[in-house]
């Protein structure tokens, strides 16, 4: 037998009750009338005063008045005519009715201002004629309608304009919530995205940059070693990577892959370098040697010699190419030359040279060494150095010059040192230093804004994306599982890719175009996607 249930069913409903959200303020409406209990002014109009400093010393009838004009929007009772004059604030036994009228009429605007807007003023007894005026004409505070501004008095009771509890993701003011705007003013004053600051930048500071790369490429073995240079991008858009004992091109607008070379058994890439112009790529091998290829027909053109070891770094200017290697020296050729001689070597470092740049002007060169030094070169000038900066405690691999400010220049720690330091070489001084917290393998500066990236090792192998001169934190980007060793920069100057010893090259646009290309197609955009680069 079964037993029916006396309850009924009720099927779940698909959309859930919203809570009701209250205010934290009572709004009057004057259609009611009963503004005496909404500002609790007074019991009764005839038996007990308001506790309003200014009324202390007024009669119950004057007070009874007020309170009525309260009531009903401001209306004059029924027995008394409106005036325009008045002399004295406080009632008087023999003071006409007219000037009575023009009393209880100022009072009652200063009444409702005080009610509406918290301000009593302590030290007046009786309400100025000019407040009455300002608040006829509206209440004009800048402060009050700003949300930057200052916020109203947290001791008042009553604030108005607050109907409703703010969204956390609302950063934009609806003008349906405000009350008409004060003379002068717009939404450009009230959310502070004023043109004429001199400190907004509105380029910067709103864009919104994705944390995961919109293309990977694998690398199959891509070496893990910290002294090596094996990515570079070209101004023609291409990517040079050296894998093993070869080197292959990817082209960034139709993602070709090409073989340029592959060197001997035993030997192996140690760095690959474009020229200015993108048509020459430098590959620096194990053997110490530096070969020079055309890649518009992919053909060899030169090999320099004079090195003993591996020639772990590379730098090219409109004339000279710079080799730094294991033997600790630095030689420079005159890659336009149709002879391969070396025209200088420049030696300084006691241990392998890792990292070479050279300036924006073409007359400084910039090392750093496994010695935990900084050179400073000069080659027009003389043969030796020209600045030295020791206060790195690991290896110095990672430098970049800026191009925003002629003789700035920064460069990284290695694992024992961690900090990013920034130099004058003009004054051949530090200017600034900041601790990264993980090992520093590569520096690139964006020629569109004032930022700069960075990549990291041990122990948190992340990118870095930092504002300059603050030295605040852009945004961090993970997803390497190795050391972040090696980094290139797009031609657009928007966009990087980054190698790790997990074998793959990781696509991030990190950086605003810049002003001269806005609205132009980026030729770095490539396809989302994970491809074999061979």
């Not at 100022?106 to 005026?133: H, I, M």
């Not at 109907?163 to 950063?171: C, I, P």
């Not at 053109?301 to 190419?321: E, K, M, P, S």
């Amino acid at each position: 037998m079964e037993v029916t249930p006396t309850t009924s069913y009720r099927p779940p409903t698909s959309t859930r009750k919203r809570p009701n959200r209250y205010s934290d303020r009572f709004i009057p409406s004057r259609e009611s009338g009963d503004l005496v209990s909404a500002f609790s002014l007074l019991e009764s109009p005839k038996e007990t005063k308001p506790s309003l400093p200014w009324l202390e010393n007024c009669s119950d009838s004057y007070v009874s008045s007020c309170v009525w004009r309260l009531s009903n929007g401001g209306a004059s009772p029924p027995t008394a005519t409106s005036h325009s004059s008045s002399s004295s604030f406080l009632p008087d036994e023999s003071t006409s009715m007219n000037q009575e009228e023009d009393r209880m009429e100022a009072n009652y605007k200063y009444v409702l201002r005080q009610e509406l807007f918290g301000e009593w003023n302590e030290d007046s007894t009786s309400p100025s004629c000019t407040s009455a005026d300002s608040f006829c004409n509206g209440y004009h505070s800048p402060d009050y309608y700003s949300p930057f501004g200052k916020q109203p008095n947290a001791s008042c009771s009553k604030k108005l304009f607050r109907f409703k509890a703010r969204s956390k993701s609302t950063n934009l003011v609806s003008s349906s919530t405000l009350s008409p705007l004060p003379q002068g003013w717009n939404m450009i004053n009230i959310l502070g995205n004023n043109n004429n600051n001199p400190t907004n930048h509105s380029t910067t500071a709103n864009r919104k940059i994705v944390k995961t790369p919109y293309k990977v490429l694998d690398a199959p073995n891509l070496a893990d070693d910290f002294y090596l240079n094996l990515v570079d991008w070209s101004c023609m858009n291409i990517l040079a990577v050296g894998l093993d004992r070869s080197v292959y091109l990817w082209n960034a607008m139709n993602s070709k892959v090409t073989k340029l070379c592959e060197v001997s058994s035993g030997d192996s890439i140690c760095s690959v370098s474009w020229s200015p112009r993108g048509k020459e790529l430098a590959v620096g091998t194990r053997c110490g040697e530096v070969h020079l290829y055309d890649v518009s027909c992919l053909k060899h053109i030169r090999t320099f010699v004079g090195h003993t070891l591996r020639v772990g770094c590379l730098a090219w200017n409109d004339r000279l190419l710079a080799s730094g290697s294991r033997d600790h020296s630095i030689r420079l050729r005159d890659w336009k030359s149709p002879e391969s001689q070396v025209m200088e070597e420049l030696v300084g470092h006691s241990q392998e040279v890792c990292g070479l740049k050279w300036s924006y002007d073409d007359k400084y060169l910039a090392s750093g060494g496994n010695d935990n030094k900084l050179l400073i070169w000069n080659p027009n000038h003389n043969l030796s150095v020209w600045s030295r900066f020791d206060q790195h405690t690991a290896a110095v691999k990672a430098i970049a010059w800026s191009p925003h400010q002629s003789g700035l220049l920064c460069s990284g720690g290695g694992t024992a040192d961690r900090c990013i330091r920034f130099w004058n070489v003009t004054s051949n001084s530090l200017y600034k230093t900041i601790d990264t917290g993980s090992q520093v393998c590569n520096i690139a500066w964006s020629k569109n804004v004032q930022e700069f990236v960075s990549t990291h090792g041990y122990s948190q192998n992340q990118i870095i994306v930092w504002k300059y001169p603050s030295l605040s934190k852009v945004t961090t980007l993970t997803g390497h599982t190795y050391r972040v060793l090696y980094l290139a920069v797009s031609p657009d100057n928007e966009s990087i890719v980054t190698g790790a010893g997990d074998e793959t090259l990781r696509f991030w646009k990190v950086f605003p175009a810049s002003r001269q290309v806005d609205g132009l197609e980026s030729k770095s955009l490539l396809s989302t996607g994970r491809n074999c680069l061979r």
